[in-house]
């Protein structure tokens, strides 16, 4: 059964440095995400993207944060500077085209020191 | 402004007993899913229901949806051991294929066996 992965599982990096992390989405999808989960916290959601570009984002994705589709196949976020409270688990998901469920990764947990 | 609540935020039973979880959010919306995490974990999705339906089912899993109360829940028949995680309602506002998902923040159950 087709699922979406995501790397590395976990990624540890000191304050100030960037970060890629990858998804790679389920082959046939269209529609793809990121999600992040403070420990302890709920899933709030980060960016939406589709046809090569942005359709939505919240207000925790900021300048700091950007995404991309390199190739047919990966799915990129990048946070530029991190900061301590960018730890946490992020969420890649993906959806087709007329099909309401969204299919998430096993995630990446960060944590910056 | 939060979307999704569950009650309780923690549930504690014994194995073979059923468990109730509940959700209620606040705009309207196209559809509500739930999802199970484990510990630490990728999120898994239960089931799905729309707006225009009243009752689902999926094996031991039963979610009832009340938009003029906006609120769902979630039953879990003859629960395992196995079943002890984190659960979450989400919400889709949109009808495009292309929406974010609002999250609760959880209702963690624990089976105890």
């Known amino acids: 059964e087709p699922e979406v992965t995501q790397t590395p599982s976990h990624q540890v990096t000191q304050m100030g440095q960037e970060v890629i992390l990858r998804c790679v989405p389920i082959?046939?999808?269209?529609?793809f995400y990121w999600y992040r989960q403070i420990l302890g916290q709920k899933v709030e959601f980060l960016v939406s993207?589709?046809?090569?570009?942005?359709?939505?984002k919240s207000e925790i994705f900021d300048d700091q944060f950007s995404v991309e589709r390199p190739d047919g196949s990966n799915f990129t976020l990048k946070i530029r500077s991190t900061k301590l409270e960018d730890s946490a688990m992020y969420f890649c998901?993906?959806?087709?085209?007329?099909?309401?469920?969204?299919?998430f990764g096993p995630g990446t947990r960060l944590t910056v020191l | 402004s939060q979307q999704g609540e569950e009650d309780p935020q923690a549930l504690s039973i014994q194995e073979g007993e059923n468990a109730t979880m509940n959700c209620s959010y606040k705009t309207s919306i196209n559809n509500l899913q739930w999802y199970r995490q484990n510990s630490g974990r990728g999120l898994v999705h239960l089931i799905l229901?729309?707006?225009n339906e009243r009752e689902k089912h999926s094996g031991r899993l039963r979610v009832t949806l009340d938009t003029s109360k906006k609120s769902s829940s979630l039953l879990i028949t003859a629960s395992r051991a196995a079943d002890t995680a984190s659960y979450f309602c989400?919400?889709?506002?949109?009808?495009?294929?292309?929406?974010?998902?609002?999250w609760g923040a959880g209702t963690k159950l624990i089976i105890k066996p």
């Open positions: 998901a993906s959806n087709g085209q007329g099909v309401d469920e969204q299919f």
């Open positions: 993207f589709y046809n090569n570009e942005i359709s939505e």
């Open positions: 229901i729309r707006s």
């Open positions: 989400a919400t889709a506002w949109t009808g495009d294929s292309n929406y974010q998902l609002i």
């Open positions: 082959s046939n999808h269209l529609y």
